[in-house]
């Protein structure tokens, strides 16, 4: 059974501060992808890596994937209000009945005070 | 905008009682999944199908869980009968899965329908 671990699960700062959420497994994951879920509603996707070593940027997020692909990470600069969430890694698998297939973390509880 | 719909938003029932979700997958899309969210256990996938046919629903508890695909613009999940444990948000995704590049394999998920068991 594959497993992502997240941390910190809960993350509380204030307006302007930098964080990073972290996201760990022992095992290979085809791409990796980071969704961000708002009160009432479903996750909705934020990015995908694909290649060991990637790094992506999204406005004030900064998105890595390991160079073995088993870890993650997300970081945001100058936070704001607007970021408050919930963050959820989750981890795709290539092959066979699992294609498809996603592996979501625990999640990291976001907020951000003004 | 293309979006995944779920029926109904929110469900209170008594224990016992019979309970069917209902998902509308975003056209054109091939797999559906059908995944619970609490607190304690986070997002865990229940079932999901491609092209309409089973592919894994080792995540569902058999004996009171089903899921049906009946045709390409349905997906339903039934719990019969409803207990206390199984209240939860219930959320339907839908993707593309296929092809060389795997960035496709992107999940679009509906709003949830909170189940709420007494």
């Known amino acids: 059974t594959q497993l992502l671990e997240q941390s910190p699960q809960f993350l509380s700062i204030q307006e302007g501060e930098n964080l990073t959420v972290y996201c760990n497994s022992s095992?290979?994951?085809?791409?990796l992808q980071w969704y961000r879920q708002e009160p009432g509603e479903g996750p909705v996707l934020l990015v995908t890596v694909v290649t060991g070593g990637e790094v992506k940027k999204l406005k004030r997020l900064t998105f890595q994937f390991g160079d073995a692909r088993k870890d993650s990470s997300l970081h945001i600069t100058a936070a704001q209000p607007g970021d408050t969430g919930l963050y959820l890694c989750a981890g795709a698998n290539a092959g066979g009945t699992s294609y498809g297939k996603l592996t979501f973390g625990q999640g990291t509880i976001l907020t951000v005070h003004p | 905008d293309a979006r995944v719909t779920q029926t109904p938003r929110h469900k209170v029932t008594e224990m016992g009682q019979e309970v069917t979700m209902r998902c509308q997958p975003i056209l054109g899309h091939n797999t559906v999944f059908w995944y619970r969210q609490t607190m304690m256990q986070g997002l865990e996938l229940l079932a999901y199908f491609r092209n309409r046919a089973p592919l894994d629903d080792s995540g569902m508890p058999k004996d009171r869980f089903s899921a049906e695909m009946p045709d390409a613009t349905l997906a339903t999940l039934k719990i019969q009968p409803s207990e206390p444990r199984d209240s939860a948000v219930y959320f339907c995704?839908?993707?593309?899965?296929?092809?060389?590049?795997?960035?496709?394999?992107?999940?679009?998920f509906g709003a949830g329908t909170r189940l709420s068991v007494l």
């Open positions: 095992s290979v994951f085809s791409s």
């Open positions: 995704a839908s993707g593309w899965t296929g092809g060389v590049y795997l960035a496709k394999n992107i999940q679009y």
